[in-house]
């Protein structure tokens, strides 16, 4: 899976987190799912949690860049430390269009008992009828 450092990284990132940063990009291409896959389990989760009786027609556009996250710690291997995944998803459905944001952890865990969209970036666009 094809993971990015954000361009403004600089700005957030120490040079410590910058190391571990590319430790788990390293760590992500050896992943055998892609982004899209990714998007995909993520905007199904979404749709189905909140029973609008929608369906994903297409990802249009997904993208993933090392973020860090409070909520975990060495997530992605001994020294990764509070570094995650950020997903930037944009998908059609067949009622409109939806924008999802979500960490790769909390989409590894879809399927526990937790409700991970409290966790999530979440932005509807519907169609007028």
Known sequence: MKVNLSKSYKEFFTISDLEKAREVIKCMKEDVFSVKEYAEMAVQHVLLKEDRYETLVRIIEANAEVRSNGRIFDAYGYGSGRMDVWLDI??????????????????????????????MWIQHYYKQD
């Open 90 to 119: 944009t998908a059609r459905t067949d009622r409109g269009y939806l924008e999802v944001g979500a960490y790769l952890t909390d989409i590894w865990s879809i399927g526990s008992e937790t409700d991970l969209r409290e966790h």
